[in-house]
């Protein structure tokens, strides 16, 4: 193996109590705030009355080999924090794949959400997460976590390394569904 490999390769820990990755230099680290989820949430107004600055999810990825490799993987958590946009609860962006056909693994590693799922003709699902749920996400389907507990909701990810990310659209053809707060408990409410 190349010198750059080997260090691209070299064994990271990750934390199975946490889901948290080793502190290094290959690990890439990037928060989503509140500022940077336009027309993601539905209640805009709401949005804009909330700090700026405050995080919904955060995201910590290790890149073995080059984005966009085809048949290397890479290996990431999320961690999407308690919270909500007037009553639509803090979730992913959420996106298809850039390679419609490139599958992911979703390991929940602690708390309680639901994972959205919605094929190309807006056909949703909803599975729900808590600790050591499994989740197959298969190709051609958008995925979103959506935190619907008291706690952070944290998994592990596994997927191709020539996947990309390509997110959906704000307004129309977004997901069909939102999840929302009602009486205290997550409801699935459609979305035109
Ligand atoms: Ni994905």
Redesign the pocket.
Known sequence: MEADAQRLQHPIITDLRTGSLSKDLRIDRTDRTIGQMQHVFLDEAARGLMDAGRVVYSVECWRPVEEGTEGGLFWGNTTVFPGAVGDEYFMTRG?F?SLRNRA?FYITVSGTGMLVLMDAERRASIQEMSAGTTHY?AGFIA?RVVNTGDSPLTLLAC?PSD?G?DYLPPNGKGFSVRIVRESGRPKVVAQP
């Open positions: 996106h794949h992911e996400v995925h997927w996947a990310h």
